[in-house]
């Protein structure tokens, strides 16, 4: 039997080959998942390192926009029983320290991801929410590398 965390990693993967292919080439790996939150991790590898031997930023952009990516769409599959788009209405990012290692990017912002499907579903509009995720090199420390905030807008599809 496959574990939950290996499917979303083999469904996020193939998203990344038949949607996305920058994904793909990243090779995100889910790490823990739970009813409100994700752990995405991204190796460090000669693909995702920069000049410098740490992180490049478009990683770690990539996986900021999969941790909450997932988040939102395991919610909207749990919840809505309708088909609902997602789309990233804005993305910031604050760099703290160089990401020597492999990052995991941890989003849970679950339960407002919830509130925004309820809100999306009632009222059958466009609606947007404010989501974060954290980026740690565990291996080195648990204090952030980088921080996130990324505005999930969700719609009804039609």
């Known amino acids: 039997m496959i574990s939950r965390t290996k499917k979303l990693t083999m469904m996020i993967r193939y998203f990344g080959l038949t949607k996305i292919p920058l994904i793909l080439i990243c090779r995100p ?15 460090l590898s000669r693909i995702t390192r920069n000049h410098l031997g740490s992180m490049y930023f478009g990683a770690l ?6 941790a909450a990516g997932f988040l939102a769409f395991g919610r909207i599959q749990e919840r809505a029983g309708k088909k609902i ?25 679950g339960p407002e991801i919830d509130r925004l499907i309820d809100r ?10 404010l989501v974060s995720v954290v980026a740690t090199v565990p291996s080195i420390s648990d204090e952030p590398v980088a921080s ?5 807008s969700l719609k009804v599809a039609q």
Request: glycine share 6%; charged share 30%.
């Open 148 to 152: 996130f905030r990324l505005t999930v």
């Open 29 to 43: 790996r889910v790490v823990s998942v739970g009813s409100g939150s994700i752990v995405i991790r991204i190796p």
């Open 85 to 109: 788009s997602l789309i990233f209405k804005d993305f910031s990012a604050e760099f703290h320290k160089r990401p020597e290692g492999d990052v995991d990017f941890r989003c849970d912002d």
């Open 120 to 129: 999306v579903i009632k009222s059958n509009e466009r609606s947007s929410a």
């Open 61 to 66: 952009s990539v996986g900021a926009d999969v």
